[in-house]
């Protein structure tokens, strides 16, 4: 027996678009003209933020692509449709984050025993207009639902730019009042160790999603207590939580009801107490009545068939175990 539940997302989907959308729109304006003013000011920091605007622009891109196709409703072989889409976009991002920062922090040192003569006028003015820039994207961003991994990739990306240009404007105008120009350096290296920051992060959550691992916020063994703790539930067996997309977790479980109870009522209990306590909707619970043999931890024969059935995933016993 199973309970599921569907939900429509297509008003968030359609407002995270119109966010990312204008977010993308800025940022694109402002990085043509941070190439051409880089170049001229030979600024490594500045470089290194048009680079890092760059990868903003593509993040956003790929997350408004995975949200449209996240919007895809499931069919044929896509059994939850497409919405791991938004996870991969996630993934993608950590790992621009990542090899961006490599290949800055590789720039940078070398810059540091060497380096070039850097316009700091230039570079505080541009980096101050980049602050604005990356504030109003920023505040766009942080709009949609930052609760969605593939969101949150794309607004990583875009704080860490802020951070950049901060730090380049505080390097602009140490070197116009000192004229040092490895600030310039020192900045892009604060950048790297954020955006490293950044990345992992987003790799790891991303990842957990993937290897079907527990939300972070839900602890199975917890779940399990409470679902046995619903009156007439005997004992969980294989129950299995994961995420099917940020914001999306799903729960599966064998639960053995106790001799007087109704399946069909249990069923319904447990649901509302996971829907309700746990906020978890998507479930699907099967559900037989409890034989007095079979309440132990090894195989057991179920109550409707007549084959054995190997334990797998988590199982939970209820406080009384009589029938």
């Known amino acids: 027996m199973g309970a599921g539940h569907g939900h429509d997302h297509g008003v968030t989907a359609n407002s995270d678009r119109r966010w990312l959308a204008g977010a993308l729109a800025v940022i694109v304006a402002f990085l043509l003209g941070e190439v051409i003013v880089g170049i001229v000011a030979n600024s490594l920091a500045l470089l290194s933020d048009a680079a890092h605007m760059t990868t903003d622009a593509a993040s956003i891109a790929l997350a408004l692509w995975a949200i449209r196709l996240a919007a895809r409703p499931a069919s044929g072989r896509m059994t939850f449709g497409w919405k791991r889409a938004e996870i991969l976009s996630a993934q993608a991002n950590g790992l621009t984050l990542l090899?961006?920062?490599?290949?800055l922090g590789y720039e940078a040192i070398r810059r540091l025993f060497q380096p070039p003569e850097v316009h700091g006028g230039l570079v505080l003015g541009t980096a101050l207009v980049g602050v604005a820039v990356n504030l109003l994207a920023t505040w766009m961003i942080s709009r949609a639902d930052r609760t969605s991994l593939n969101v949150e990739g794309a607004y990583q990306h875009i704080l860490n730019d802020l951070f950049a240009f901060i730090a380049t404007a505080i390097a602009g105008g140490i070197i116009m009042a000192t004229g040092w120009a490895r600030a310039d350096v020192i900045a892009t290296l604060i950048v790297v160790v954020l955006m490293i920051k950044a990345g992992i992060g987003l790799i790891r959550a991303s990842s957990r999603i993937f290897l079907e691992a527990a939300p972070a916020h839900l602890d199975p063994a917890k779940v399990g207590a409470d679902m046995v703790a619903v009156p007439g539930v005997a004992q969980v067996h294989d129950l299995h939580i994961w995420e099917i997309t940020s914001g999306s977790p799903a729960l599966s479980a064998h639960v053995l009801v106790r001799r007087g109870f109704d399946c069909h009522t249990v069923r319904e209990e447990v649901a509302h107490m996971l829907a309700h306590d746990r906020h978890i909707e998507h479930v699907t619970l099967q559900v037989d009545h409890v034989q007095p043999d079979v309440l132990d931890i090894g195989a057991r024969k179920d109550d409707n068939c007549?084959?054995?059935?190997?334990?797998?995933?988590?199982?939970?016993?209820?406080?009384?175990?009589g029938n």
């Open 306 to 321: 007549g084959d054995t059935h190997d334990l797998h995933g988590s199982h939970h016993l209820s406080s009384g175990q």
């Open 99 to 103: 090899l961006l920062a490599i290949w």
